[in-house]
Each structure stands twice: as structure tokens, then as C-alpha cells.
């Protein structure tokens, strides 16, 4: 029963991993933007204009950068948490089975006792009728 529960959340993490995909979008706009900025802004700027612009366009590539890095970090994350997860539901469904093995055992020493008291009888003990 662990076996199918590890499988079907090793499943679940698969899907959930393979699921992160990165923002193209995002990184190439930003990466674009930021080459634009360096290229045609930057040159024929000089100041705080300068500054600026040099700022925005640090920003811009950490921003594509980042887009890039992401994906493996986020699926890094992912993996592990759902690593830590399947290992404490199975570690639950262990703990379950075992403690329904336990109260099995225990409604069984019940039964075999319900079967001695059915055939006690008071009178058995010398005691009298009233």
C-alpha cells in the first residue's frame, strides 16, 4: 500500500516539476529592454540622466537574468518539497496500519474475553438466587 502511495505521489511530483516553464515573455522583454537602453539610451546620455538610465538598464538584465535562473530554482524547490512531503505521508500511512493492527489485536482479545464472560454464570461462583 506505501508502494502505490510513493508512486502516485512521485507521479504528482513529476507533473507538479515539469508543470514550471519559463516566462518568455517576461525574460526576453526585459532583456530586450535593457539592450535597447544600453545601446540607444545610455550613449548620448551624460548626468543623473546617466545614472538613471545605467540603473534601469542593470535592472532590466538582472530581471531577464533572473527569468532564466528561476525555472531550475523554482523545480529544485518543488522536487524537495515534494520529496519531504511523500516521505511524511508515508511515514503517516505507516503510522496508521500500525495502530490499526494494534486496535485489531485488541478488539480480538475483547472478543475472546466476551466469549468467556458469556459462559460465566453467578451461580457458578456458590452465590444463591434472590
Do not use: K
Not at 480480538?108 to 457458578?124: I, Q
Amino acid at each position: 500500500m506505501s508502494e502505490e502511495l510513493r508512486a502516485y505521489q512521485e507521479n504528482r511530483i513529476r507533473s507538479h516539476v515539469d508543470a514550471v516553464a519559463p516566462s518568455w515573455i517576461l525574460t526576453l522583454g526585459c532583456g530586450a529592454l535593457a539592450v535597447l537602453d544600453s545601446v540607444l539610451l545610455l550613449p548620448f546620455l551624460d548626468g543623473a540622466g546617466f545614472g538613471l538610465f545605467l540603473v534601469l538598464a542593470v535592472a532590466l538584465a538582472c530581471g531577464a537574468l533572473w527569468g532564466l535562473i528561476r525555472v531550475p530554482v523554482r523545480r529544485h524547490s518543488l522536487r524537495e518539497d515534494g520529496v519531504r512531503r511523500q516521505a511524511e505521508s508515508v511515514r503517516q500511512l505507516n503510522d496508521a496500519v500500525n495502530q490499526a493492527l494494534g486496535l485489531s489485536a485488541e478488539w480480538r482479545r475483547g472478543l475472546a474475553s466476551a466469549a468467556a464472560l458469556e459462559t460465566w454464570s453467578p451461580l457458578e461462583q456458590g452465590e444463591s438466587r434472590a
